[in-house]
T-cell receptor, first 111, second 121 residues
Framework: QKEVEQDPGPLSVPEGAIVSLNCTYS??????FMWYRQYSRKGPELLMY????GNKEDGRFTAQVDKSSKYISLFIRDSQPSDSATYLC???????????FGTGTSLTVIP | GAVVSQHPSWVICKSGTSVKIECRSL??????MFWYRQFPKQSLMLMAT?????????EQGVEKDKFLINHASLTLSTLTVTSAHPEDSSFYIC?????????????????FGEGSRLTVL
């Protein structure tokens, strides 16, 4: 079983839609949860990070962590064509520890 | 945010030759840098962790003699793919973190380079 599971998609939505991206994981020791956005042929950039459970909101982006279900989500409101990218979840047990990445979900927002 | 520069962004080489990829942190000191490779439609795969002034720690299954990593300063790490073969063709990405060593406050951020696309003919 992989440490982190993420549906690779592809996911295609119309502009303005709410997008839900999800990851599940198996290691209950994970405490740090990150979402990265990667444009084609570029390195990933950090979007959000959350420690332990709960929600975090930043503009149109909301990250949720449900440790009891070992499930994390990233919501994008009012999606824009510029949001078209691959979104990677990543998690770690703590500072200085290895990051475990999901496979990434490819998102296309259609104008 | 912090900037990590990776060079070259793409390289084509002949089978059997060696290729060096540089990763530089431009505006911060990175005690630790990470090297990944990414195949199409797949996730980032951690290859090794590079600590300044010490030997890199390689992940299981990664050949240390094939993928030479040097982290000579707090702003530069290099990955050398030795005797490259077509199966080494991939997208290689580095990242650097602040506060990862010494137990200092964890920012939760890894700053990634733009990636280097290697094609071995």
């Amino acid at each position: 079983q992989k440490e982190v599971e993420q549906d690779p998609g592809p996911l295609s939505v119309p502009e303005g839609a709410i997008v839900s991206l999800n990851c599940t994981y198996s290691n209950s020791a994970f405490q740090y949860f990150m979402w990265y956005r990667q444009y084609s042929r570029k390195g990933p950039e950090l979007l959000m990070y959350t420690y332990s459970s709960g929600n975090k909101e930043d503009g149109r982006f909301t990250a949720q962590v449900d440790k009891s279900s070992k499930y994390i989500s990233l919501f994008i409101r009012d999606s824009q064509p510029s949001d078209s990218a691959t979104y990677l979840c990543a998690m770690s047990v703590g500072p200085g520890n290895q990051f475990y990445f999901g496979t990434g979900t490819s998102l296309t927002v259609i104008p | 945010g912090a900037v990590v520069s990776q060079h070259p962004s793409w390289v084509i080489c002949k089978s059997g030759t060696s290729v060096k990829i540089e990763c530089r942190s431009l505006d911060f000191q990175a005690t630790t840098m990470f090297w990944y490779r990414q195949f199409p439609k797949q996730s980032l795969m951690l290859m090794a962790t590079s600590n300044e002034g010490s030997k890199a720690t390689y992940e299981q299954g990664v050949e240390k003699d094939k993928f030479l990593i040097n982290h000579a300063s707090l702003t530069l790490s290099t990955l050398t793919v030795t005797s490259a073969h077509p199966e080494d063709s991939s997208f290689y990405i580095c990242s650097a973190g602040t506060g990862l060593a010494g137990g200092s406050r964890y920012t939760g951020e890894l700053f990634f380079g733009e990636g280097s696309r290697l094609t071995v003919l």
